[in-house]
Each structure stands twice: as structure tokens, then as C-alpha cells.
């Protein structure tokens, strides 16, 4: 079966510092992979999706940066954080090409607290 | 771009009563996917039910209802027997070929 892991669950960074969370998924190949933020109490903001090595697609212009090294694991990044980074970001997955019927499955997220 | 419009920021209702979230959407598109998902206090998010919008018949899942009105762009979600667990934020969800969330409905089921 397919499982998704994401880490660190929890953490604070002082603002200038750099930002690196990461997302694998297991027991597929070739997964659609995306980048979630959720301010508090708000819903759910797509920053980037990926669909294959090396391909990033942003949707918002941002501070934040994204890359796949490989095919099952995606990478946020930041080389400056802002205290406006603060928020709940959101890993997930959905079986590669064509539309899915069965949405997206997500990580257990990352609470980011930037101080 | 879609847009979905949850425009209920908060319900309350009392334990084994019925509580009806509401959602509407707009697109161009004739296939697609509606969702809802769950994300309670632990904030992991759960898909509580899909709709695919070439079938007419509203999608059931136990106690979750929903009531897809395609030419409306509706897609309502019932909460019926409502339990202490189902205490969470609910979002709706457009999928043509990416996953638009609507801002979320926080429903509390008061004992």
C-alpha cells in the first residue's frame, strides 16, 4: 500500500533562517506530488505540484522554492525565512497521469513557526 | 481558475441531530471531481466523500450524504447522527487536473 511521510511535524525558525521540509511517498512510482499551505483557521493554498523529476510548477509567487531529486520524494525550501512563512504546509500525492478520481492523499503536515 | 465557495465559516449542532454544509463552484469544464475532506484537531486531512460529476446519483458514505446539483454548481454535504467525532473542519474540494479547496466550514457537535 502507499504511504506518504512528511517531517518534521513541528518546528520554529528565527526569521533570515533557511527552511527545508521534506515529503516521500512510498509504494508507487511516478506520483503527482504537491505543496500545500494552510494559514490558521484558513483553507488550503496550493504552492507547488509536481509531475515528474525536476518538473516544479508554482502557483503563487512567494518566498519559498520547491524541488523533486527524485521520483517519490519533493523538497520545500526557503533561504530566508519571513514571518510570514508561518503555517501549516501540507504534503500530497495523487497517481500520475490522467485525471484521479480519488483526490489526493496527504501527509500528516509540518506547524512552522517562524519567530 | 476554479473557485469554490464554502460560505458557512462555522456550524454547531447537538449530538445525533442532522447539520447540511453547503458549497458551490464554478468551471467551465463538464468532467470532474467533487470531494469533501475532514481535518480534525490533528489537523491530518481525510477524505470523507467524492462525487464524480458525469453520475447523477448522490454519493452516500455511512452517516455522509451528499446532494450534487450539476447545473446549480451545488455540492452540499449532510452530516446525519451527528457524533462527537465529527467535530472538524470540513472542506470542499473542485478537481479537474488539480485539487481547489474552498476556505472551510468548522462544524462542532456539542454533546
Known amino acids: 500500500s502507499q504511504t506518504i511521510h512528511q517531517w518534521p511535524a513541528t518546528l520554529v525558525q528565527p526569521v533570515g533562517s533557511p527552511l527545508s521540509l521534506e515529503c516521500t511517498v512510498e509504494?508507487?512510482?511516478?506520483?503527482?506530488l504537491y505543496w500545500y499551505r494552510q494559514a490558521a483557521g484558513r483553507g488550503l493554498q496550493l504552492l507547488f505540484y509536481?509531475?515528474?523529476?525536476?518538473?516544479i510548477s508554482s502557483e503563487v509567487p512567494q518566498n519559498l522554492s520547491a524541488s523533486r531529486p527524485q521520483d517519490r520524494q519533493f523538497i520545500l525550501s526557503s533561504k530566508k525565512l519571513l514571518l510570514s512563512d508561518s503555517g501549516f504546509y501540507l504534503c500530497?500525492?495523487?497517481?500520475?497521469?490522467?485525471?484521479?478520481?480519488?483526490?489526493?492523499?496527504f501527509g500528516s503536515g509540518t506547524r512552522l513557526t517562524v519567530v | 481558475a476554479q473557485t469554490v465557495t464554502q460560505s458557512q465559516p462555522e456550524m454547531s449542532v447537538q449530538e445525533a441531530e442532522t447539520v447540511t454544509l453547503s458549497c458551490t463552484y464554478d468551471?467551465?469544464?463538464?468532467?470532474?471531481?467533487l470531494f469533501w475532506y475532514k481535518q480534525p484537531p490533528s489537523r491530518q486531512m481525510i477524505l470523507v466523500i467524492r462525487?464524480?460529476?458525469?453520475?447523477?446519483q448522490n454519493a452516500t458514505e455511512n452517516r455522509f450524504s451528499v446532494n450534487f446539483q450539476k447545473a446549480a454548481k451545488s455540492f452540499s454535504l449532510k452530516i446525519s447522527d451527528s457524533q462527537l467525532g465529527d467535530t472538524a473542519m470540513y472542506f470542499c474540494?473542485?478537481?479537474?487536473?488539480?485539487?481547489?479547496f474552498g476556505a472551510g466550514t468548522t462544524v462542532t457537535v456539542r454533546a
Open positions: 500530497a500525492w495523487s497517481p500520475g497521469q490522467g485525471m484521479n478520481p480519488y483526490g489526493y492523499t
Open positions: 509504494g508507487t512510482s511516478n506520483p503527482n
Open positions: 509536481s509531475v515528474g523529476i525536476g518538473q
Open positions: 468551471t467551465s469544464e463538464n468532467n470532474y471531481y
Open positions: 462525487q464524480e460529476a458525469y453520475k447523477q
Open positions: 474540494a473542485f478537481f479537474d487536473y488539480k485539487l481547489s
